[in-house]
């Protein structure tokens, strides 16, 4: 079981649809969640960031964080076609430098 | 502003001709990463900085190559690279002193080989 899971792509949605992005993590000592978005050719651009289990809201963006079932989420409501982007999940434990990256999803939004 | 900064933004080398990437930053953090990213796959960590202190990843190729003169510099040496090392790649920065941080990416440097 790789450490970190996102679901597999590309989603196409119309603009204005609400897209919901999901990983799972298999690591219980993963302490702090991110958020990563990129562009085609471009370096990732983070997004969210979050440290406990909740939501963190932030504009249209929506971060969820569920330790107990090791479930993390990103909602993009209203999205717009400037969304279209891939997006990546990333974990780390406490004390770690290092993140482990979901494979990433390929959104589109559709005008 | 940007904050990590790569250079350049596109290379093309020859198979088996050394290559340099470098990148700089401006947010005078004290660790710094190479990853390599290839077309819709996640960031692969190649290597990473503390301050001096260089830390390999088991499964990176002796081919790869790091140098961190200073804070704000660090350079990707590729010794003789193979067709299989076109990719993207990717120099990121955190503040290890300031818990546990996210990772600034700058925007990557695309390497082809000829």
């Known amino acids: 079981q790789k450490e970190v899971e996102q679901d597999p792509g590309p989603l196409s949605v119309p603009e204005g649809a609400i897209v919901s992005l999901n990983c799972t993590y298999s690591?219980?000592?993963?302490?702090?969640f991110m958020w990563y978005r990129q562009y085609s050719r471009k370096g990732p651009e983070l997004l969210m960031y979050t440290y406990s289990s909740g939501n963190k809201e932030d504009g249209r963006f929506t971060a969820q964080v569920d330790k107990s079932s090791k479930y993390i989420s990103l909602f993009i409501r209203d999205s717009q076609p400037s969304d279209s982007a891939t997006y990546l999940c990333a974990t780390g434990g406490s004390g770690s430098e290092k993140l482990v990256f979901g494979k990433g999803m390929k959104l589109t939004v559709n005008p | 502003d940007a904050m990590v900064i790569q250079n350049p933004r596109y290379q093309v080398t020859q198979f088996g001709k050394p290559v340099t990437l470098s990148c700089s930053q401006t947010?005078?953090?004290?660790?710094m990463y190479w990853y390599q990213q290839k077309s819709s796959q996640a960031p692969k960590l190649l290597f990473h900085y503390y301050d001096k202190d260089f830390n390999n990843e088991a499964d990176t190729p002796d081919n790869f190559q790091s140098r961190r003169p200073n804070t704000s510099f660090c350079f990707l040496d590729i010794r003789s690279p193979g067709l299989g090392d076109a990719a993207m790649y990717l120099c990121a920065t955190t503040d290890r002193d300031s818990g546990n941080q996210p990772q600034h990416f700058g925007d990557g440097t695309r390497l082809s080989i000829l």
């Open positions: 947010l005078n953090h004290n660790v």
């Open positions: 690591n219980s000592a993963f302490q702090y």
